[in-house]
């Protein structure tokens, strides 16, 4: 672990793929600065890759006041071992107080390695973040603007709140599309700090044969919210405002049999028997009049909202809220009320 | 050419049935009264390294970190083909984070001694943390790849697997020996042996031996002295270790492990505050369709923490 330094910068670890920029990354560099803003410090970004400095302006635009840039050729794909220790050494040598990582495979594979060898605290899949001073029960002793960690347990049947005091820095890794994903302030002015790690040839033993990437997919089983359309949204151009309110809340687009057949929206996006079976922790059906096929692929969903013009309807009957009315007037009134708590 | 494999199984409380019973007044999960499985990934794990002593033979040997009633995930490996089984608990363990729990495993991995392969499901259940894996491998020094979806063969000590990132896959090779962690769709385990369970049955630990035998004891006699039991638990250990039906059971001295970095005193991370969800769809609120009642949709979905 590194000493607390409560001076040091909230740092985001920056996906890259191909030379694109993880959305998660900068979805983290939004929450970061506003992290760094909080506790009075700067953020840092971590770019690794091969050619990649073309991203560091991105990376700015979204809020880092640093990117610490290290290019290899040798570090073209994604590989555990090299990229662990271009992590490692970083935040040996700069000390930042919290490093993010986004919670995707990638994520997933490379933030425990370092935690491990940094022998510092790791939380898995935060939901949420925030700065506060934590008392510590054992001790009374008070821990100044701590991070808090806040992450789902127990299969979503819990939320823990967890807290890291001394074996910094503080690092977790936060799932995709829980932050909102900032718009980008082309004016924003950083540092593009070029770093040089050793790297040996025994971080190469592990040979990648072939690679085989998809263009990303509708992620409906990852999601923490959906919003979907039934064959009430009556028109493909009604969709969008189901895309918008699911843009406003981070969350993805799904639709129900009829919506699919009738060609408002792609197959891909179906939910229920025939489609993909999800249990966000936020399901908002409009339009949808719940046939037993859709309800099968949603039901286990741990809030399911209900919008329809019809009060008879079978989705109001696995529904925990509802509103009877027409959500091209309903949808609207939510975006303006989730844009005002913002 | 034989390859050792270690497989590290947890035993978990079963989070996909979870139900109201489960939840206390305080809103924390009641652990007793969840129905205890085993780790279904970890299932996964355990299928793999079976698959590899099909094809190369070799050994596979099953460890588990837990309390005494963790024992029962081991029998179960018993059942479907493991060759060893490990149960390591102790009291001292207890409130481990991932970062404690990797460094006592990987003491009891080099306790072991040999190994080429060291698998573990991608994640347990309970945490779905998916970090002990990667953490055993840094401590150990091996390379990892993580979501493993085939085993697709051992060659000239270099092992391939392919790995499933949700939208693409990769071929690794990798030298050996290294650390895996298994999908649950790389393979679909095999069932218990017939003939194994009913050889392993009877298989115990030491600290279920003692609970059993003290309770059978005192049933006949409530004044029977601790030290008879105790001689008692001793010959019944050893004859089902002659058997090959004793159960290893380690402790943290038995793998040298340094005390600061196990348990609380070696987990960076804390659980500050715990807040259950409501979990069932018991109430119904409906919401008139105007501006007033979005907002308040909106309201209650924050305040019980829906939306973030």
């Known amino acids: 672990m590194i000493p607390v330094n409560r001076q040091g910068e909230v740092w985001v670890y920056a996906e890259q793929e191909d030379g694109a920029l993880h959305d998660v990354s900068l979805e983290l560099c939004g929450k970061a600065r ?69 919670a995707t495979p990638l994520g997933r594979d490379l933030a425990p390695r370092v935690a491990s060898h940094l022998r510092a605290g790791m939380t898995a899949d935060c939901t949420d973040l925030q700065i506060d001073d934590v008392v510590e029960a054992r001790t009374q002793q008070l821990h100044p ?30 799932r995709e599309g829980v932050m909102p994903l900032l718009p980008p302030d082309p004016s924003r002015r950083g540092q593009v700090v070029r770093e040089h790690v050793e790297l040996d040839d025994t971080l190469f033993v592990v040979r990648l044969l072939e690679r085989h990437m998809e263009p990303r997919k509708v992620n409906l089983k990852g999601a923490r919210v959906i919003v979907a359309g039934g064959g009430g949204v009556g028109s493909k151009e009604n969709f969008r405002l189901i895309y918008e309110l699911a843009g406003v809340i981070g969350g993805a687009v799904g639709a129900s049999r009829a919506a ?56 109001f009957s696995i529904a925990h809220y509802g509103i009877v009315g027409d959500f091209k007037q309903v949808i609207p009134m939510m975006i303006k009320a989730l844009r005002q708590r913002q | 050419m034989p390859y050792d494999c270690i497989v590290c199984v947890k035993q978990v409380p079963d989070t996909a049935n979870i139900t109201t019973d489960a939840m206390k007044e305080d809103g924390t999960v009641n652990r007793a009264a969840l129905p205890a499985i085993f780790n ?60 404690a729990t990797s460094y006592i495993l990987s003491q009891a991995i080099r306790t072991i001694g ?41 060659e000239n000590g270099r092992i391939r697997v392919r790995r499933n990132m949700g939208h693409g896959w990769e071929l690794f ?95 960076p991370t804390k659980v500050w505050r715990v807040q259950g969800i409501v979990l069932t769809r018991k109430v119904y609120k409906q919401y008139p369709a105007t501006e007033e009642g979005v907002r308040e949709l909106i309201h209650e979905l924050v305040v019980d923490r829906t939306l973030g």
């Open chain 1, 34 to 102: 506003q992290l760094a803003d909080q506790l009075g410090v700067r953020v840092g970004a971590m770019l690794a890759g091969h050619q990649v400095a073309g991203l560091a302006d991105r990376l700015i635009a979204q809020g880092a006041d640093k990117v610490y840039l290290v290019e290899d050729s040798r570090l073209a794909h994604y590989q555990t071992l090299p990229y662990a220790r271009v992590v490692c050494r970083l935040i040996e040598k700069y000390h930042p107080q919290i490093v993010l990582y986004g």
């Open chain 2, 114 to 154: 040999r190994y080429d392969i060291v698998l573990c499901g991608r994640q347990a259940i309970d945490g779905d943390t998916a970090q002990v894996g990667p953490q055993i491998a840094e401590k150990l020094g091996l390379p990892q790849i993580t979501y493993l979806e085939a085993f697709l063969g051992i």
């Open chain 2, 173 to 267: 090779e990798s030298p050996l020996p290294v650390l895996l962690t298994v999908l649950g769709t790389a393979n679909q385990p095999r069932p218990r042996s017939a003939k194994r369970v009913m050889r392993f049955k009877r298989a115990r630990t030491v600290s279920e031996l003692a609970a059993e035998m003290a309770a059978q004891m005192k049933a006949q006699n409530p004044q029977v002295p601790d030290s008879q039991i105790e001689s008692a638990v001793q010959e019944r250990a050893e004859q089902l270790r002659q058997q090959g039906l004793l159960i290893e059971q380690w402790d943290l001295d038995r793998i040298g492990a340094d005390l600061s970095r196990c348990g609380a005193a070696g987990s």
């Open chain 2, 40 to 99: 279904p990934e970890d299932l996964n794990a355990l299928e793999t390294a079976l698959e590899i002593r099909d094809q190369c033979g070799g050994t596979v040997t099953a460890i588990s970190m837990g309390p005494p009633k963790a024992a029962e995930v081991l029998r179960e490996c018993l059942y479907r083909g493991a060759d060893r089984v490990i149960l390591l608990t102790d009291r001292r363990a207890a409130a481990s984070d991932t970062l």
């Open chain 1, 260 to 315: 699919v057949d009738s060609g408002f929206i792609g197959k891909e996006h179906q939910i229920g028997q025939t489609g993909t079976t999800v249990r966000p922790a936020l399901y908002i059906a409009c339009g949808i009049s719940g046939a037993i096929q859709h309800r099968a692929g949603m039901e286990e969903s741990a809030k399911i909202v209900a919008i329809n013009t019809d009060p008879e309807a079978p989705i």
């Open chain 1, 145 to 174: 603007k701590l991070l808090l960690q806040v992450r789902p347990a127990f299969g979503g049947n819990i939320i823990a709140t967890i807290v890291n005091y001394d074996g910094w820095p503080q690092m977790a890794t936060v």
